[in-house]
Structure formats: structure tokens, C-alpha cells
Nanobody, 115 residues
Framework: QVQLVESGGGLVQPGGSLRLSCAASTNTFIFNSMGWYRQAPGKEREVVATIISSSRTNYADSVKGRFTISRDNAKNTVYLQMNSLKPEDTAVYYC?????????WGQGTQVTVSS
């Protein structure tokens, strides 16, 4: 059973930065794509960023220019560097990995942006 474990969340002031990590229990080469999603209280889960290869990335309009997704296949890990954080970025952030027959999700990590 594949497991994804997120880390790096926490409380940060507006304008600050955080880096989220998602460690997979298997070689990430098996995944078609990996990505970060978030869910704020009372809202639906939304995609933040996805990565298919080191050069094929996609971002939600709300985070373009502020967030960067990357992956390190040697460490079986995908990262989300978040800069210039805003209060509206507050949410539980989830890691997702897709395979031909379905997908896997992590348990989520809380990010709170507040002064």
C-alpha cells in the first residue's frame, strides 16, 4: 500500500514562507503525476499545483508567481515552496499521487497564515 506523508505546515505571518514536503513510501517513478491540493473551512478541495515531470508543472491562478512545486525522485519526495503567503492561503494542504488505476492521498498538513 502506497503511503504519502506530508510535513512542513504551521503558522506563518502574512508575507512569510513555508515549504511543504510529501514523502512517498515507494519510488515516485510509478506515479503519473503528483500534486498539492488544499481545502479551506467550508470550501471544496481545490488543486494548487501539479507536476508531471521536472519541467511540466501547472498552478492555480491564485498561487502563480508565489508557489513552486518540485520533485526529487531520488528522495521520493515532492515539495511545495510557498512564498508571499496570504491569509486566504489558510487551509489543510494535501498531497496526491496518480497512477493508471487510481490515486493516493496523504493525510494533510495545516497551513495557517495569520498575524
Amino acid at each position: 500500500q502506497v503511503q504519502l506523508v506530508e510535513s512542513g505546515g504551521g503558522l506563518v505571518q502574512p508575507g512569510g514562507s513555508l515549504r511543504l514536503s510529501c514523502a512517498a513510501s515507494t519510488n515516485t517513478f510509478i506515479f503519473n503525476s503528483m500534486g498539492w491540493y488544499r481545502q479551506a473551512p467550508g470550501k471544496e478541495r481545490e488543486v494548487v499545483a501539479t507536476i508531471i515531470s521536472s519541467s511540466r508543472t501547472n498552478y492555480a491562478d491564485s498561487v502563480k508567481g508565489r508557489f513552486t512545486i518540485s520533485r526529487d525522485n531520488a528522495k521520493n519526495t515532492v515539495y511545495l515552496q510557498m512564498n508571499s503567503l496570504k491569509p486566504e492561503d489558510t487551509a489543510v494542504y494535501y498531497c496526491r499521487a496518480t497512477v493508471m488505476y487510481g490515486d493516493y492521498w496523504g493525510q494533510g498538513t495545516q497551513v495557517t497564515v495569520s498575524s
